[in-house]
C-alpha cells in the first residue's frame, strides 16, 4: 500500500492491516512535521532522525512503565496469595465445620 509521510509517497508491503499501517504512517508524518516545525532548518534527513529519536524516546518511556506495571501486579499478587494462604490455614485450623464440603 502506499502511505504519504512528511510531503512524500512510500510504498509499504507487509501482512499488517491496511488501518494499522496508515496509522503508523500518520504518526510519523505527525511526528516529522512536529519536529521541522521545531527547528530552524527543516533538512528532510535531521527531522526524520529527531523524530525517530522522539519516538524511541515514547517507546522506551511505554515500555518502562509497562515494565514496573507488570512488576507491581505481580508483587500484589504474590500479596494477595500469601493472605489467601493465611486465611485457609487459619480456617483449616478450626473446629468450626461451617464452611466444610459434605464428605470432606
Do not use: C, H, W
Not at 509521510?5 to 505527525?30: H, M
Amino acid at each position: 500500500m502506499t502511505v504519504t509521510i512528511f510531503g512524500s509517497e512510500y510504498t509499504l508491503k507487509g501482512d499488517a492491516d491496511p488501518a494499522y499501517v496508515r496509522e503508523v504512517a500518520r504518526i510519523v508524518d505527525e511526528r516529522m512535521r512536529e519536529v521541522a516545525g521545531k527547528v530552524q532548518s527543516p533538512v528532510l534527513g535531521k527531522v526524520a532522525i529527531l523524530a525517530a529519536v522522539n519516538l524511541a524516546d515514547e517507546m522506551l518511556r511505554e515500555k518502562r512503565l509497562r515494565l514496573e506495571t507488570e512488576a507491581a501486579v505481580e508483587d500484589r499478587s504474590i500479596q494477595i496469595a500469601r493472605l489467601l494462604d493465611m486465611e485457609m490455614k487459619q480456617a483449616g485450623s478450626t473446629d468450626d465445620p461451617g464452611d466444610a464440603l459434605p464428605g470432606a
